[in-house]
């Protein structure tokens, strides 16, 4: 049995219908049933579950072989993973296979890359064989861009002229079946990238080439991006998370290429290209 946390998530639920499809048992960890729907489908068992409430957790693993831990965006990150692990440790797991971040350092000055970092350590001193999956930005982010992209032709970022090596998360899903169904990913730490850095620039002429309408780019000071956030209402954690992340692009750190997509699954990464092909819709529509 494996067990997905994250499961209504962006990747959590890919991976559910993955691992679905190659007929392994899934259990499907889900805080509201009401979501259980979208990713209902033959050989997955759901389980209600959260991870500030360790009893759920202990019930979540019973008969669990493996598991991903998919520890969401959240100020009690640290809290709630450590809540599994700790859960995990008393349940026989084999594996867990561990969603994280590229850059993730428990000494990170960046908070969420330090957060991630706690959880992969936590993991590798539980005893319990691990796999760290370390992506990058989601090319899938740029959809939140789309409203003003297809309203003003312009989307607006604190990023410079940062490169970075943005990935597909249809990607990061790949990597994430392979670690969980294949022997032989034990003691891994995978960065997972996209096929090319690019500058938001370089994808704003992509973008313009591709939807067939002027899009540029708009680089924000660290400041006004905060003072925007503030004004929609965005909690300071998060303000503060997300600016720290993008100082970390600035310098540079978000632009390293890895062969880590080709190398476990034998398929080419997918470009911001093909991503902006497949997406072209979302960008035209609004
Ligand atoms: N976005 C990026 O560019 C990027 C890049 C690298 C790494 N990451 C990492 O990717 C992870 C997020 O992945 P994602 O975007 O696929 O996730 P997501 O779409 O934000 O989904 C988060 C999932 O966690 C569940 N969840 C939230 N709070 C929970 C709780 N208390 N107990 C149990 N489940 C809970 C959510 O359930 P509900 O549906 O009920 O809300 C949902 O299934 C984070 O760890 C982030 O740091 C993101």
Redo the contacts with the bound molecule.
């Keep these: 049995m494996f067990l997905v946390?994250?499961?209504?998530?962006?990747?959590?639920?890919e991976i559910v219908k993955q691992l679905s499809a190659v007929g392994v048992k899934v259990r499907a960890?889900?805080?509201?049933l009401a979501?259980a729907e979208a990713i209902a489908q033959p050989g997955v068992e759901i389980v209600e579950?959260?991870?500030?409430?360790p009893e759920t957790l202990k019930t979540a693993l019973q008969g669990v072989e493996k598991a991903l831990l998919?520890?969401?965006?959240?100020s009690?990150?640290v809290e709630?993973q450590s809540n599994f692990i700790e859960a995990a440790k008393h349940s026989g797991i084999k594996h867990i296979v561990k969603?994280?971040?590229?850059g993730a350092d428990q000494n990170s000055p960046v908070s969420?890359l330090k957060?991630?970092g706690q959880g992969e350590k936590q993991i590798e001193e539980s005893g319990i064989s691990f796999t760290h999956l370390?992506?990058?930005?989601?090319m899938?982010?740029f959809l939140t861009l789309a409203p003003s992209i297809t309203t003003q032709g312009v989307f607006y970022q604190p990023a410079d002229n940062a490169k970075i090596s943005?990935?597909d998360?249809r990607d990061?899903v790949a990597v994430a079946v392979k670690s969980l169904t294949e022997d032989g990913h034990e003691g891994k730490v995978y960065t997972i990238t996209g096929p090319q850095a690019l500058t938001f620039d370089e994808i704003a002429l992509q973008l313009t080439a591709l939807i067939g309408k002027q899009v540029k780019y708009i680089n924000v000071s660290p400041t006004d991006f905060q003072r925007t956030l503030l004004d929609f209402g965005q909690p300071e954690w998060l303000i503060n998370a997300l600016t720290e992340l993008f100082e970390f692009y600035r310098s540079g750190q978000g632009s390293i290429v890895t062969n880590v997509v080709a190398e476990i699954t034998n398929q080419q990464p997918i470009s911001f290209e093909q991503f902006i092909k497949d997406y072209a819709q979302v960008f035209l529509d609004h």
């Design positions: 946390t994250g499961a209504t998530g962006t990747n959590g639920s960890l889900v805080r509201n979501k579950g959260d991870f500030s409430q998919l520890p969401p965006f959240d009690r990150m709630w969603f994280s971040a590229l969420l957060w991630h370390r992506p990058n930005g989601f899938q982010n943005h990935v998360v990061i």
